[in-house]
Protein backbone atom coordinates (compact mmCIF):
# COMPACT_ATOMS: atom_id res chain seq x y z
CA UNK A 1 0.00 0.00 0.00
CA UNK A 2 1.12 3.41 -1.13
CA UNK A 3 0.68 5.82 1.73
CA UNK A 4 2.04 8.71 -0.17
CA UNK A 5 2.18 9.71 -3.70
CA UNK A 6 5.20 10.55 -5.22
CA UNK A 7 6.81 12.65 -2.33
CA UNK A 8 9.38 14.96 -4.35
CA UNK A 9 11.96 14.31 -1.14
CA UNK A 10 11.87 12.60 2.50
CA UNK A 11 13.49 14.35 5.40
CA UNK A 12 14.21 12.49 8.62
CA UNK A 13 14.72 15.53 11.58
CA UNK A 14 17.25 13.44 13.68
CA UNK A 15 16.51 15.06 16.92
CA UNK A 16 13.56 14.06 18.94
CA UNK A 17 10.62 15.97 19.54
CA UNK A 18 7.84 16.52 21.89
CA UNK A 19 4.94 15.30 20.86
CA UNK A 20 2.47 16.79 22.17
CA UNK A 21 3.65 19.37 18.96
CA UNK A 22 0.76 19.01 16.33
CA UNK A 23 0.83 20.21 12.88
CA UNK A 24 1.77 24.15 13.66
CA UNK A 25 4.70 22.83 16.21
CA UNK A 26 6.08 20.72 13.24
CA UNK A 27 5.68 22.84 10.78
CA UNK A 28 7.62 24.95 12.45
CA UNK A 29 10.93 23.16 13.49
CA UNK A 30 10.40 22.43 9.04
CA UNK A 31 10.64 26.04 8.09
CA UNK A 32 12.90 27.41 10.87
CA UNK A 33 15.99 24.39 11.35
CA UNK A 34 15.61 22.53 7.65
CA UNK A 35 15.09 25.28 5.86
CA UNK A 36 12.48 23.21 3.49
CA UNK A 37 10.00 24.93 1.93
CA UNK A 38 6.26 23.36 3.77
CA UNK A 39 4.32 22.73 0.74
CA UNK A 40 7.37 21.60 -1.45
CA UNK A 41 6.18 18.25 -1.87
CA UNK A 42 8.43 16.96 0.48
CA UNK A 43 7.71 14.31 3.69
CA UNK A 44 8.80 15.48 6.80
CA UNK A 45 9.66 12.66 9.60
CA UNK A 46 10.00 13.24 13.56
CA UNK A 47 10.02 10.92 16.56
CA UNK A 48 9.56 11.37 19.86
CA UNK A 49 12.41 10.55 22.99
CA UNK A 50 11.55 6.69 23.41
CA UNK A 51 11.92 6.96 19.59
CA UNK A 52 8.63 4.47 19.94
CA UNK A 53 6.70 7.22 17.85
CA UNK A 54 6.84 9.01 14.96
CA UNK A 55 4.64 11.23 12.94
CA UNK A 56 5.39 12.41 9.52
CA UNK A 57 4.48 16.15 8.36
CA UNK A 58 3.53 17.21 4.51
CA UNK A 59 1.38 19.02 2.29
CA UNK A 60 -0.88 17.22 0.35
CA UNK A 61 -2.07 20.17 -2.07
CA UNK A 62 -5.09 21.43 0.06
CA UNK A 63 -3.35 21.43 3.22
CA UNK A 64 -1.22 20.19 6.08
CA UNK A 65 -1.74 16.41 6.75
CA UNK A 66 0.15 14.09 9.28
CA UNK A 67 0.70 10.37 9.26
CA UNK A 68 1.58 8.68 12.84
CA UNK A 69 2.73 5.28 13.45
CA UNK A 70 3.36 4.08 17.28
CA UNK A 71 5.22 0.80 17.61
CA UNK A 72 3.97 -1.69 21.36
CA UNK A 73 6.92 -3.55 21.87
CA UNK A 74 10.47 -2.15 20.21
CA UNK A 75 11.37 1.30 19.06
CA UNK A 76 12.30 2.58 15.82
CA UNK A 77 15.94 2.39 15.08
CA UNK A 78 16.73 6.03 14.22
CA UNK A 79 20.01 7.17 13.00
CA UNK A 80 22.09 9.52 14.77
CA UNK A 81 23.26 12.63 13.25
CA UNK A 82 24.72 16.34 13.70
CA UNK A 83 23.03 17.31 10.34
CA UNK A 84 20.15 19.13 10.66
CA UNK A 85 17.78 17.00 8.17
CA UNK A 86 18.85 13.35 6.81
CA UNK A 87 18.00 12.97 3.10
CA UNK A 88 15.91 9.54 2.89
CA UNK A 89 15.42 7.76 -0.36
CA UNK A 90 11.38 6.54 -0.52
CA UNK A 91 12.87 2.63 0.02
CA UNK A 92 14.74 4.01 3.15
CA UNK A 93 11.60 5.46 4.38
CA UNK A 94 9.76 2.36 3.97
CA UNK A 95 12.47 -0.15 5.35
CA UNK A 96 12.10 2.62 8.79
CA UNK A 97 8.22 2.23 8.58
CA UNK A 98 8.36 -1.63 8.29
CA UNK A 99 10.89 -1.89 11.47
CA UNK A 100 14.41 -1.95 10.20
CA UNK A 101 17.24 -0.04 10.70
CA UNK A 102 17.76 2.20 7.03
CA UNK A 103 21.69 2.11 7.38
CA UNK A 104 22.58 -1.60 8.62
CA UNK A 105 19.44 -3.31 6.78
CA UNK A 106 18.81 -4.92 10.24
CA UNK A 107 14.85 -5.63 11.39
CA UNK A 108 14.28 -4.06 14.81
CA UNK A 109 12.22 -6.83 15.95
CA UNK A 110 15.16 -9.45 15.26
CA UNK A 111 15.62 -10.25 19.23
CA UNK A 112 12.30 -10.05 20.32
CA UNK A 113 10.88 -12.84 17.24
CA UNK A 114 13.57 -15.33 17.72
CA UNK A 115 14.65 -15.59 13.64
Known amino acids: M ?3 VDPKAVYLYPKTVDFRRQFNGLALIVEQELD ?3 MSGALFVFTNRTRKRLKILYWDN ?3 AMW ?3 LEKEAFKWPSSTQTAISLTEQQLNSLLGGFD ?3 HQPLFYASTGL
Do not use: E, Q, Y
Open 36 to 38: VPL
Open 2 to 4: RMF
Open 68 to 70: SKR
Open 62 to 64: TGL
Open 102 to 104: IHG
